[in-house]
């Protein structure tokens, strides 16, 4: 008899329904069908073993995640410390702070009218509403607060602790920015300027000239300075954007300056995009092994889906089988409150890169 | 205080994450987010509606679903009398034969090295991989069971009736084919002869030069005599291709011979193509309408996701909540042995279509 | 001075705008940039070395490309033998049907209100409207015909030959169905069935029982022989769909009778369809080397576009560059009036495979 | 005879072959045709109508078009004033800075192995390559220079005019940088945090603590005094990302200040994103109406299709049409090299809005 090929080692397990699975045993049937399904199965698999491992996990989070409903599971990653840093575009955090300062998005259809809802002062984000006026609220209720700080510029992270912090003072209720003060994890914002909470900030020079300044280059000495401290680390991106690649600058800039740094340990995608365009949000995470974002050795994958759908499985599958993982892990501990944030006790500057030459390592 | 706008009724309500939850709870917390999310939640409420009303339920499915580990996912739809009609690609009853045959696909990469595949006879599937010489034992098993048929033309829904009927007493196993054999439930392949199944009857001729003759006008006319037999439907289409716009003709086919049709009450489709190439396949719900393709006032969703993340999640999700609704569900009954298949007794012609005018009605 | 990699050879060169470009100056300038432009520049020169090579070249067709304004470029490839063979879905060829019958296809909007199109009996294709009493009048027109043929099964290339000849003969004008008829290159449609053409076979039957049989198994016999006779062959492909896969399942058949067949030598697909949900329509060309579709040393493209950009494009281009070439052009000729083909003088069989075996060759 | 519908009032006019074409020609035959051809043929005459309004057009750059050769098209559209301002990624600005520089970027492969082009230090976007080692000569020259300013917070506006000119100075060679410098456009780059223009900056503050400020702040309130000084605009999209939000939010904050605006009277997009998922990339300009981007009168047309294809062809096209239409175009007049920008003669405050009252106006 022949002999089979080496490349036919491990069969595809047809998915077998059964009621009353969870979405952790449905997650489980799907490591062994294909596509996508099997590549979200693999996701979980890996945050578990990122989890397992001693790394600084960093999120990405792009798209209209939370004006679209996921901001208390983006919420609940950071209470429970499945992320370490949240990296975002200043449209989820912006969206976050609406609902947590008690107002709503709607359910709509991507087949309004749009020249009526523009009348009723509505804004729309494909299938979802949300008032202008509350928006105009949530831009005074920024610029208000940003009129109070010292008149210095701050890094985003610096100004996202702050403004948590007002916000958990303010309204008790849980959300991304107040969940993020709460567990002392640092959020990055690098385009802060193009979102509503940039616009916030704008609003108030208005009143104090030398009000909102933001140190947006600091940020990236600072991030990058956290992986120089700490350099193993994993990336967990959904929907692409500025922060999947301000995840991976803060790794090659490490890189930069110290030796120790070689690239993510892990990294997970959940992207709606595509590699063939040349666009970074749809880069393969082959191809950022090229660039020394990843390891090469690195566990990876690349899910193509929509958050909304793999997220809400995904996050209820590891809400089973995740909290022993979590309840063992050693996370690094942040202190956010001052200019100078730390990570296990050491100082994260924002002025210049720490320098590991070899002989230090 | 402003009166709110009459746009602004239902607010989205954030995902809360638990652990333990089951497939079904997930899609129920997943119905008040946004975006696909929300479309695949809506799929389940609108799939169970179907369930309840008294329609005849195709379902349609294209790509690599089978060879990609969803076949017994199909099958148990199939089987549970979720849907009442498949219409299938040729490639996808083929890869479910191959496996209810014993033989299996394989885990692979899409990073393959094609040509070292090639020489060693693999055919790969995006991450798939399956041999070519079981392929090929397979092709000779369809053209020497063709050239047991008689010799004239079958439908491919008698056709593909008889091949399940040699599967199940060859193979006693569950798939597909088999499952739609012993559930009494008819099979369309509009597009065989694009197949491996057509190349397997194609071979049958080598043998016997009258055999491997398929009907497929003929299979134009039992679709639309199904439904104007029974006018009541309703659509699942997963992937587009020739099988979603194979139920939409019978459809449209139907009422030009019968004023009770008038188009699916129910449609659901999940796609990964989009409208605005122009393409069928991802032609929206919306345009089937233009087309009486679809009830005016018909409950319908479009869930943009890769089947191989939605099906799973959707027919677990049903496996809980569906039994009840199933247990009293009226389904229509056939018999698919014979030349003419009957549906609820009455002959369903291949030769002519069945004219209802106004006053037989 | 470090040396540079050998992966830094050949550099990008940036467009240069100018006014007054020719698109055939414009794809060339496009061989240097990056993406898919790049890709789309290499189309047309795999598509010159197609030409100036002696192969068959199969134009595979799906997506509504007729409907969309196209069917004019096809009906040019064809009268001009850029192509020696069509591979169509129906509905392409029914729309081409539709305006050679001095109908038209008219512009719409994508945002149009779909109940009020059905109430006028407006069918839309995206952005596209056309009268659905014309489509009947086209259904009646077809059905008419096909009343009128011997009462035995036609296989789609004989039956759209005639079809063709009837068009043609009838009208006088220019297309797809009467330029293939005219230049004597045959067509498939191995999904007759789900078409419009194929529910006119149908109606033809209300008429006559024994008429609209279609021998579609036979189109599977014939397509191999093509290649057995002329082994050496290259696939266009827009829009991927059955076409497709017809078309290099016809090379997968050649080469399991005769050991001359070994895949296409070129490959050229337009599609807006992707690889990573396992489907046929986006599969990469790379793949198709693992089924031994495409010889592994086949010159090859993938253009991710879609095709009333890419291809108003690149046939402008090639009119412009491609006539000498042309006019050296070997191509294989055909007859088709009859039960038989014939290639280069060759019958070529619809009931059984030509067998080469290896000391014929 | 029944009435035409008032549907059906424009044919498609299916495309006609012709040798010699220009792009020109192309595209206005295109305009009659369907789907996305269509659509960029619309793009061509929305633009014309731009250059011969009294407006100021925006031109968004986001995906990696520099490196992917498309930077002597932007650059040339600068030049020529069919824009008055960019917004652009800091990637695109940086790839042009380092081809402008003398270096360049390579033809790649998609299929590349990563891991060898890691060691080599090739950096790897699609199928197009870098040198590591010369994109670290770029982020010392960058470094150098920004070391070189004044000690304060720089819009990135008045940095890109700096870099600018010290590029053209040190160079004098075409790019995008040294065009906008040379015909006084200005270029804002809200996420210059998330890119090596950003690092560089970044590295500047290790030799000089004080060095290395942006006012990311400031540019929000510039671009949208912009707009209020000058109310009537136009917005050019190529790929989405930050540089779209980022004109919108310019006039949904001048708005915010001004009775005057509006929304853009103009927009055309590129894009390969979908609005399905929610994210900003790829939503409709029917939305941005609803939130005030766009007037509802605005002409718009949005395409779906690659820039390295559709930008080439477009900016050819223009090249043939336009000239006398840009002849006679009033342009805004900028100056660029102070702290303050001006337009038209009139101060644009980075410190605070302009506001204009009713009675002002």
């Given amino acids: 008899m022949k002999k089979k090929s080496r490349f036919l080692q491990t069969p595809v397990e047809p998915f077998q329904v059964e009621g009353g699975l969870t979405a952790d045993a449905v997650l489980s ?36 995640l939370s004006a679209g409903g996921l901001r208390l599971i983006v919420a609940h990653l950071i209470a429970n410390r499945y992320v370490d840093c949240l990296v975002s575009t200043g449209a989820n955090l912006y969206h976050d702070l609406h609902e947590t300062r008690g107002q709503r998005h709607f359910i709509g259809s991507p087949l309004a009218d749009d020249a009526a809802l523009a009348e009723d002062r509505i804004d729309r984000v494909y299938d979802t509403y949300a008032s202008e006026e509350e928006f105009i609220t949530n831009d005074i209720w920024i610029s208000d607060f940003a009129a109070t700080l010292e008149h210095r510029p701050y890094t985003t992270r610096e100004f996202l602790h702050q403004l948590g912090g007002h916000l958990w003072n303010t309204t008790k209720r849980d959300g991304i920015l107040t969940a993020a003060y709460r567990a002392q994890v640092p959020i990055f914002c690098p385009a802060i300027a193009d979102s509503s909470i940039g616009m916030g900030l704008s609003q108030a020079r208005q009143k104090i000239p030398t009000a909102g300044h933001i140190d947006i280059i600091g940020d990236i000495v600072e991030s990058a300075n956290m992986i120089i401290r700490r350099p193993r680390t994993a990336s967990v991106v959904l929907g692409g954007g500025t922060p999947k690649n301000f995840i991976n600058q803060a790794s090659v800039q490490a890189e930069f300056y110290s030796p120790d740094v070689s690239g993510h340990r892990y990294a997970l995608q959940i992207v709606t995009d595509v590699p063939h365009f040349g666009g970074a949000s749809g880069s393969s995470l082959e191809e950022a092994q090229s660039w020394g974002k990843l390891a090469t050795d690195s566990a990876r994958v690349s899910v193509q889906a929509d958050a909304t759908i793999a997220l809400p499985l995904l996050a209820s599958a590891l809400a089973t089988s995740a909290p022993a993982v979590l309840a063992r892990r050693k996370v690094p501990v942040f202190t956010l409150a001052s200019r100078d944030m730390t990570i296990d006790g050491q100082i994260v500057s924002r002025d210049r890169f720490e320098e590991m030459n070899e002989s230090a390592v």
């Fill in 29 to 64: 049937r799907m490591e062994r069908i294909s596509f996508q399904g099997r590549n979200l199965a693999t996701a979980r698999r890996i945050w578990l073993k990122m989890l397992e491992d001693d790394v600084t996990i960093f999120l990405g989070m792009a798209g209209a």
